[in-house]
């Protein structure tokens, strides 16, 4: 059974960079066909797409988000992150690292983490 | 920017249907995700490819596709599925998703 744990500071300060990591259990990273994906969810709001990391490095974020948004992989550690730059108020939010199964086009987001929520604040 | 647009709110009475759109603002349509979120959870995906059941999800939840909107039908509605509901897409050009507006399903 596949696992996703996300770790990182829960108070963050205004213009810095936020920097979350998910830790895969239960299988290797980089092993079958799956996007490794991040998203997030303001208190008492809806969803948003953050971007997501192939198997092989390929990315893609959410246009909005892109210009302060990079998503790596650690392969060695099973791991993956999530840095957001430049960030303000509006960047609080419980953040999700969560699998997509992507075979023959997508099967959506099957495995989620338990969130992680990030307060950006001085 | 592409948008996903869904019903803030849907009341149902214990076993009727609920049905719930999901519409886009532009074609081309790519397939369509469904994920239902309980109070302090996790999402957890209902619907995959606009229509196909992931193993373990009651029969009573299924997915259509009519050009730019999809629906989401929970048939004889239980009161363990009130939760927020949320449909995904791509983009047109398919390089990133979105996210429906969410709707909160209410078991009356």
């Known amino acids: 059974q596949v696992q996703l744990q996300e770790s990182g500071p829960g108070l963050v300060k205004p213009s810095q960079t936020l920097s979350l990591t998910c830790t895969v259990s239960g299988g290797s990273i980089s092993s079958g066909s799956y996007y490794w994906s991040w998203i997030r969810q303001p208190a008492g709001k809806g969803l948003e797409w953050i971007g997501r990391i192939y198997t092989s490095g390929s990315t893609n974020y959410n246009p909005s988000l892109k210009s302060r948004v990079t998503i790596s992989v650690d392969t060695s550690k099973n791991q993956f992150s999530l840095k957001l730059s430049s960030v303000t108020a509006a960047d609080t939010a419980v953040y999700y690292c969560?699998?997509?199964?992507?075979?023959?086009?997508?099967?959506?987001?099957?495995?989620w983490g338990q969130g992680t929520l990030v307060t950006v604040s001085s | 920017s592409y948008e996903l647009t869904q019903p803030p709110s849907v009341s149902v009475s214990p076993g009727q249907t609920a049905r719930i759109t999901c519409s886009a603002d532009a074609l081309p349509k790519h397939y369509t995700y469904w994920y239902q979120q309980k109070p302090g959870q996790a999402p957890m995906l209902v619907i995959y490819?606009?229509?196909e059941r992931p193993s373990g999800i009651p029969e009573r939840f299924s997915g259509s596709s009519s050009g730019t909107t999809v629906t989401l039908t929970i048939s004889g509605v239980q009161a363990e599925d009130e939760a927020d509901y949320y449909c995904?897409?791509?983009?047109?050009?398919?390089?990133?998703?979105?996210f429906g507006t969410g709707t909160k399903v209410t078991v009356l």
């Open positions: 995904q897409s791509a983009d047109s050009s398919n390089t990133y998703y979105v």
């Open positions: 969560a699998r997509e199964n992507y075979g023959s086009g997508s099967y959506g987001v099957d495995y």
């Open positions: 490819k606009d229509s």
